[in-house]
């Protein structure tokens, strides 16, 4: 970290395709994660650590993820075959999807204040229900959280009008 800031990057890309079950406590998703308590406290600790040592350093962390993934048992749980979801992905917004996002990203901000997000939409939700997923659910999750985190979007096919579509 110390190179880092020493070359002046300021800014920390951590990348995965659905991290939160594995540095956050999902208790009303028990099925959201495959990890034992400790692992769990352990990567929650190590991830707690990185944040401190990065905002000491004046690095920004952002947490890059693709969204709309759903860990494969809790995929099953929600009955992923229907509502427009495979497996681990979704092609769009289903009520239950959006409830689970909204839980886990109301989880992230309260555990992880100062590290943002870098949201792809992922190849698999359809652009057609990008700025509803963005507005309602992320951006929702974020503004209810009262944390006001760093949210960055990255995305090749969402329409330039999307800013009229979010207020």
């Given at each position: 970290?110390?190179?880092?800031?020493?070359?002046?990057?300021?800014?920390?890309?951590?990348?995965?395709?659905?991290?939160?079950?594995?540095?956050?406590?999902?208790?009303?998703?028990?099925?959201?994660?495959?990890?034992?308590?400790?692992?769990?406290?352990?990567?929650?600790?190590?991830?707690?650590?990185?944040?401190?040592?990065?905002?000491?350093?004046?690095?920004?962390?952002?947490?890059?993820?693709?969204?709309?993934?759903?860990?494969?048992?809790?995929?099953?749980?929600?009955?992923?075959?229907?509502?427009?979801?495979?497996?681990?992905s979704v092609t769009r917004p289903a009520p239950e999807v959006a409830r689970y996002y909204k839980y886990i990203l109301g989880r992230y901000f309260d555990e992880f204040p100062g590290v943002g997000l870098y949201i792809c939409p992922g190849e698999t939700l359809s652009s057609?229900?990008?700025?509803?997923?963005?507005?309602?659910?992320?951006?929702?999750?974020?503004?209810?959280?009262?944390?006001?985190?760093?949210?960055?979007?990255?995305?090749?096919?969402?329409?330039?009008?999307?800013?009229?579509?979010?207020?």
């Amino acid at each position: 970290l110390d190179a880092l800031a020493s070359a002046r990057y300021n800014a920390l890309f951590l990348w995965a395709s659905h991290p939160f079950p594995h540095i956050l406590e999902l208790p009303q998703y028990p099925g959201a994660t495959d990890l034992m308590p400790e692992q769990l406290k352990q990567n929650q600790d190590q991830f707690r650590w990185l944040a401190a040592e990065c905002q000491r350093r004046n690095i920004r962390i952002l947490l890059h993820f693709y969204n709309i993934h759903l860990p494969h048992r809790l995929a099953s749980q929600l009955k992923a075959g229907r509502g427009g979801f495979g497996a681990s992905s979704v092609t769009r917004p289903a009520p239950e999807v959006a409830r689970y996002y909204k839980y886990i990203l109301g989880r992230y901000f309260d555990e992880f204040p100062g590290v943002g997000l870098y949201i792809c939409p992922g190849e698999t939700l359809s652009s057609s229900h990008q700025v509803e997923w963005f507005r309602d659910v992320l951006f929702a999750a974020a503004r209810e959280s009262g944390k006001d985190p760093l949210l960055v979007i990255r995305d090749w096919t969402m329409n330039i009008d999307f800013r009229s579509k979010i207020r």
